[in-house]
């Protein structure tokens, strides 16, 4: 259990700067170092009713028409796919509705994009500014943890990081999409992990970079050299005990990842360029890449048009670390660095919608 005290601690220490959302943001990080908060408070007011729903749920609970499709990826992956196929005010429309994919970051899921209410929601924006809008949920969150023949709690099922994120993931929902509407290029938003996944995959097979018309990449992250993340520094600090139970905690707190994919990432710290997973041996690296060491991905290779906003208060996206990736990205179209932002403001900001949401629709518009 978490104390109201611990709570506070985290509220008021100074190392996270104060921009409008920074006091949700030191308590997210609390939540997801060390677990839920249940008992936390003696006296809350009632919740709100989305707090039991699930995605679909949320959606047709704000009025919008919902689909999920149930895809399978290469390695027999069961994803949730969820759509908002078009808004409340657009319905009757019979025009060509252009596809919008949405891809969460690191421990969220597909119901980041409409968690808010839905005039500050980007699901539920994009719906209503005419667009059909996908959403996607990568391996191990609650919405995509089931497998053809794999049990979840086996070890073999959480053998993954964001390398297969990349490798199978992304391209099945993609490949899912562009069946399933009969377009040729669709618009991709990413978000925190949401965009190393799309870089990795944009930089490593061309054939579903081509089907991308342009890369939103909200808080993009490649490398974290220079991140000051909490989590992070853990994840680092303690690389050679995490497979203790933390699998088990990272499987349910909240929305869920894998111990490879947090060791993933401890391995790629205070490190300028992205890696694959080091599987531990050169053995076992070489059956994994035909090599003794695991590859460096490249975003030199990704051609791409691409947009990027990031967080001058960003612990996870350093500043540092977007700009070493901007002067790499080939075909950049626009980049914005909002002072105030942290990394959790790109989704729940309160002025998000003038400060990232619209321009993303003026930048799409310009575009057709």
Known sequence: MVSLAAILVVLTSPFICRSQMSYLFRV??????????????????????????????????????????????????????????????????????????????????????ISNLPNNSLGFILADAGYDVWMGNSRGTTWSRKHKYLKTNSKEFWAFSFDEMAKYDLPASIDFIMKHRGQEEIFYIGHSQGTTIAFI?????????????????LAPVFSIKYS???????????????????????????????????????????????RAFDWGSPVLNLVHFNQSTSPYYDVRNMNVSTATWNGGNDLLADPQDVKNLLSEITNPIYHKTISCYNHIDFLFGLDVYQQVYREIIDITQGSL
């Open 28 to 113: 997210t990080s609390l939540i997801l170092i060390l677990g839920t908060m249940q008992g936390a408070f003696l006296y809350r007011r009632a919740p709100n009713p989305e707090v039991n729903m699930n995605i679909s749920q949320i959606i047709s609970y704000w009025g919008y028409p919902d689909e999920v499709y149930d895809i399978i990826t290469e390695d027999g992956y069961i994803l949730g796919l969820y759509r908002i196929p078009y808004g409340k005010t657009n319905s009757k429309s019979s025009a060509q509705r252009l596809v919008v994919y949405l891809q969460h970051g690191l421990f969220t899921s597909a119901s980041s994009w």
């Open 201 to 217: 995959t944009f930089s490593t097979i061309p054939q579903i970079a081509e089907r991308i018309k342009i890369f939103f990449a």
């Open 228 to 274: 000051k993340s909490p989590l992070i520094k853990l994840a680092y600090k303690w690389r050679s005990v995490l497979n203790s139970r933390l699998d088990v905690y990272l499987s349910h707190n909240p929305a869920g990842t894998s111990v490879q994919n947090m060791l993933h990432w401890s391995q790629v710290f205070h490190s300028s360029h992205l």
